[in-house]
């Protein structure tokens, strides 16, 4: 039922079911993460990182839920554990470019610009198309003074939108 409320973006609805499929089953990994993803959505964001947290505990090598987790985690302010996760991820050839877009988020936000445009590059060198990283390092770039640097990426961005690369979610999938 959490699924199909899921696919249905029924997001309220859908995190009732999931939150009663892990009072019925706690140590079911598929329920914790489902219910993190839909928390996300709705913009509950300590609420998913505790899921995600209470997922990874039972399947530690799930690589979406721990990108999930440190996404979540700068979400929350929690810019140290997320920058060790995304340190790790880093070492994850699927995960390296969100990692590196993670990692230039938490060096913008400690005021670290010039260290994010390092990874905001790095992320588009791996997945050219990244859009998230074109507005990362247009931010950092204006934060620096480099205007026109900052008009190259925002439109790079418009021409890239929300394209990002694909992280096989047998489980999300599972959704849809």
């Not at 699927?94 to 936000?109: D, I, T, Y």
């Not at 418009?158 to 992280?167: D, I, N, Q, T, V």
């Amino acid at each position: 039922l959490g699924r199909v409320l899921q696919a249905w973006e029924q997001w309220e609805s859908a995190h009732r079911a999931y939150a009663r499929a892990q009072a019925l089953a706690p140590k079911t990994f598929e329920w914790r993460y489902l219910d993190a993803v839909v928390l996300q959505r709705l913009a509950r964001h300590e609420a998913a990182a505790d899921s995600l947290r209470r997922a990874i505990a039972i399947k530690s090598d799930y690589l979406p839920a721990r990108v999930r987790l440190a996404e979540v985690l700068i979400e929350t302010g929690g810019l140290a554990e997320s920058r060790a996760l995304l340190e790790a991820l880093v070492k994850e050839p699927a995960a390296e470019p969100s990692a590196q877009v993670g990692l230039g988020r938490v060096a913008a936000a400690d005021g670290r610009h010039a260290d994010a445009i390092g990874h905001f590059e790095r992320a588009i060198a791996l997945f050219p198309e990244l859009g998230a990283a074109y507005y990362g390092l247009a931010r950092s770039s204006r934060a620096l003074g480099r205007t026109a640097d900052a008009e190259r990426a925002l439109a790079e961005h418009a021409r890239f939108g929300p394209r990002w690369p694909r992280l096989d979610d047998p489980v999300l999938a599972s959704v849809t």
